[in-house]
């Protein structure tokens, strides 16, 4: 089973979106697919997979659906309590979908748990959506304004450097890290060309790849009610129109 975590310890940069469809994408590839969402608190993913099953249900269509799991939010006042529960549920969860899926998607929250460091450890690929400006680079580098260069990587980029060296440890594997640009801008501008040059710069410090990701969002946020992806066939059927 190949792993692969949304990730990124900033909110609103798209992570359950991209997670969602990587899930529908590679279910129309012919792959068993199994999700996990760690965010106990927002569980953006676990809605949309809700969304999708009851649109699909009021409208008798046939759609792929992962098998999913959610972690409840665990109220006990002890944090340690709280955190010995979640890391049990997900325990669980991977151990449940091991033999039966091709792919495993965890979509993490966009703060530090103890479940983001593991499921960053359990990673096989590591996604990193990032939107497309200065300001959302600094998750990952402080990078010089003037030339893009980055100057001092983040906490969460030495976070996802331990998690490597924590995986080749165990196993002898890495994580392959692939950056993905949202909301890319589709007119040329200078803030445009110095975010790609850092985001190029950074990615050859950390040792990661870098990927196209959704340029217009307008779409997307149109079609999560109904839990639709553009990789689902959208007619007016399937629209509900």
């Known amino acids: 089973m190949h792993v692969i975590v949304a990730g990124n310890e900033k909110g609103g940069s798209g992570k359950s979106t991209t997670a969602f469809h990587l899930a529908v994408y590679l279910m129309y590839q012919g ?3 199994a999700s996990i969402d760690v965010d106990s608190r927002q569980q953006t993913l676990t809605q949309y997979v809700r969304n999708r099953r009851n649109w699909a249900k009021a409208h008798d269509l046939k759609l792929p659906h992962a098998t999913h799991f959610h972690l ?3 109220k006990s006042d002890s944090i340690r309590e709280n955190q010995r529960l979640e890391f049990d549920l997900f325990r669980q969860a991977v151990i449940e979908v091991e033999g039966d899926a091709d792919f495993l998607i965890v979509d993490t929250p966009g703060f530090f748990t103890h479940l ?4 960053h450890s359990l990673a096989d690929t590591l996604v990193t959506p ?3 400006s200065i300001i959302d680079l600094d998750v990952m580098a402080h990078v010089d304004p003037v030339t893009g260069d980055p100057r001092e990587m983040s906490h969460y980029a030495r976070l996802v450097q331990r998690a490597r060296t924590e995986r080749l440890s165990i196993d002898g594997r890495t994580i392959d890290w692939v950056i993905v640009r ?8 200078r803030s445009t060309r110095l975010v790609q040059s850092a985001i190029e710069k950074i990615a050859v ?5 870098v990927a196209d990701g959704i340029a217009e969002r307008v779409i997307f946020r149109s079609l999560f009610p109904t839990g639709m992806t553009v990789f689902d066939p959208l007619s ?3 629209l509900g129109g």
């Not at 410090?205 to 790849?209: D, M």
């Open 72 to 74: 409840p939010l665990s």
């Open 116 to 119: 983001t460091r593991l499921a």
């Open 205 to 209: 410090r950390l040792g990661c790849r």
């Open 130 to 132: 990032l939107n497309d």
């Open 182 to 189: 949202n909301r890319i801008s589709m007119l040329p501008s």
């Open 236 to 238: 007016e059927e399937m």
């Open 31 to 33: 792959f068993r697919v």
